[in-house]
């Protein structure tokens, strides 16, 4: 029988060769991340996989599983630990090798098998290691899961049970790369920038995007775990400056990012300017529901306001839900509402059928991209941006506040607005539209002009951002008017970034 996972343990001691190490704070609200071996050990990630075995069977879920890893030095043994676990705890194990996260959740599907168990740091530098779960298709943990993980593998409530089984699958990859490409090539000759930073999504995303006929001009393609010029993140600057200058110098049609486990992709335009995932979103939900009539949509409170003004989704009948930030609320939500395709800010899209499968898939993303522009041969990628209505918005802010209290400081946030809306004042001086609370309070305006508070779902944040579709003032205005409300809270400290006046 394995032994309770500690938290005390270190590395390069008899201990850490002898027990589990699984420190709590690597179980966050829809993933697992821990710093590998700092934070969990090889016998921890043992653990890990017998507490998965006990969830699927106290959730009456037939416990097959498909185990994947993403491409860093010490993913495959973290896999190997992990997946020794799941077998322990009487799992029919399907390991797909080395994957991109879309190509597990493909997986789940192209096997019928119920769960998935994908190993992966996504972006997150060189040293982090984590889990994405799921024990029902093409849904991801979610915060009762995984606090019900976290109490099974921390209090050792675990049996090794008989009859574990190992397959190994070793055409995952293939068959992936064989239903992305089930369908026509594009009309349009594109000459597309490919990064993948390194990560794993160069095994696959540059020859997905030659098969239906891109130019490719391949940008840190070719894997390597020490990710040598930056982290493979598309929301990262370091990553959007490479690929911007790689379009103008090759006058590409567009740049197409992917992340280190290939389920988001960032763009930048033809001119070299890069398109914040949310104005992508509005710019996608434009093309898809001009084919869809009366679509519906989901996004997370954090994105633009466009999703709800726009004249041409307006026109188009297309209604939208905000709904909480997290990739796996989004697709969750987006599931059980039959929207057509639910958009996170920071970049992970999950478009339903008959569009996909209902997870987040970079790749999904990109051949989404590229058919818009095949859609409007006549414009660039540059002009379908620009014929956005113009908006005035703020980067993400983050105010420190700690764990403790962030949740009570924005409960009196809302209760704040509740109370002006309910008397009929102004901010600005414009009477509160509408007060969207379902991830802290999301404050809009008459004119559309909103300003969200929310906490952070993993760090001692919270987070501030503002937008206006009329004037930079109002959006300043706003800002102002939250930011004097946080200003009464001595727990909230200073902004990592703030609006100059």
């Not at 993403?70 to 705890?89: E, N």
């Not at 110098?249 to 290939?262: C, I, K, N, P, Y």
């Not at 987040?360 to 002009?383: E, F, Q, S, Y």
């Amino acid at each position: 029988m394995l032994p309770i996972p500690r938290a005390d343990l270190v590395p390069n001691t008899a201990d850490f060769e002898r027990y589990p190490l699984v420190k709590p704070t690597g179980f966050r609200e829809y993933d697992a991340r821990w710093l590998f071996p700092e934070e969990i050990n090889l016998m921890g990630l043992n653990a890990v996989g017998l507490g998965m075995a006990a969830l699927f069977a106290e959730r009456g879920v037939p416990k097959r599983v498909v185990v994947g890893h993403d491409f860093r030095s010490y993913s495959g043994s973290v896999k190997q630990a992990l997946i020794t676990g799941l077998l322990a705890g009487g799992c029919e194990v399907h390991d797909i090798g080395l994957a991109l996260s879309p190509m597990a959740y493909f997986a789940q599907f192209a096997l019928d098998v119920e769960g998935v168990a994908m190993v992966t740091a996504s972006h997150n530098d060189n040293g982090w290691t984590g889990i994405k779960m799921g024990l029902g298709r093409p849904l991801t943990f979610g915060p009762d899961e995984m606090t019900q993980l976290k109490k099974i593998v921390l209090e050792g409530k675990f049996q090794p049970r008989a009859g574990g089984r190992y397959v190994f699958v070793p055409d995952m990859g293939e068959r992936y790369v064989a239903a992305l490409l089930d369908r026509p090539k594009l009309k349009r000759k594109l000459k597309v920038v490919c990064a993948c930073g390194n990560g794993t999504a160069g095994a696959f995303a540059p020859q997905v995007l030659e098969a239906i006929g891109c130019e490719v001009i391949p940008l840190d393609t070719k894997l390597d775990y020490h990710f040598p010029r930056y982290n493979p993140n598309p929301e990262d600057m370091k990553m959007l400056n490479a690929i911007a200058a790689a379009v103008r110098q090759h006058r590409a049609d567009v740049g197409l990012g992917f992340d280190g486990d290939g389920d988001r992709c960032g763009v930048v335009d033809d001119e070299g300017h890069e398109i914040f995932a949310d104005k992508v979103g509005v710019m996608l939900a434009r093309d898809i529901s001009s084919l869809h009539p009366n679509a519906k949509f989901v996004v997370d409170v954090k994105s633009t306001g466009l999703f709800a003004t726009d004249p041409v989704l307006l026109a188009n009948g297309a209604t939208t839900t905000y709904w909480k930030t997290g990739h796996s609320y989004i697709k969750r939500f987006s599931h059980e509402t039959k929207a057509l395709v639910g958009f996170e800010k920071s970049g992970h899209f999950f478009f339903n059928p008959p569009l996909g499968r209902g997870y987040d898939d970079g790749l999904v993303a990109a051949l989404a991209v590229l058919d818009m522009l095949d859609r409007n041969p006549t414009k660039t990628m540059a002009d379908l941006k620009n014929a956005l209505p113009k908006t005035w918005g703020s980067p993400t802010m983050s105010p420190h506040c700690g764990d403790e209290v962030k949740y009570g400081v924005v409960d009196k946030i809302i209760e704040h607005y509740k109370t002006l809306a309910a008397r009929g004042a102004t901010i600005a001086g414009q009477k509160i539209r509408e007060l969207i609370t379902v991830n802290g309070v999301r404050v809009v305006l008459a004119d559309g002009t909103w300003g969200l508070v929310r906490a952070s779902s993993n760090k001692p944040e919270l987070v501030v951002v503002v937008e206006s579709p009329t004037s930079e003032a109002n959006m300043k205005a706003i800002f102002a008017d939250l930011d004097a409300q946080l200003s009464r809270h001595p727990e909230v400290g200073a902004y990592n970034q703030k609006i100059v006046a």
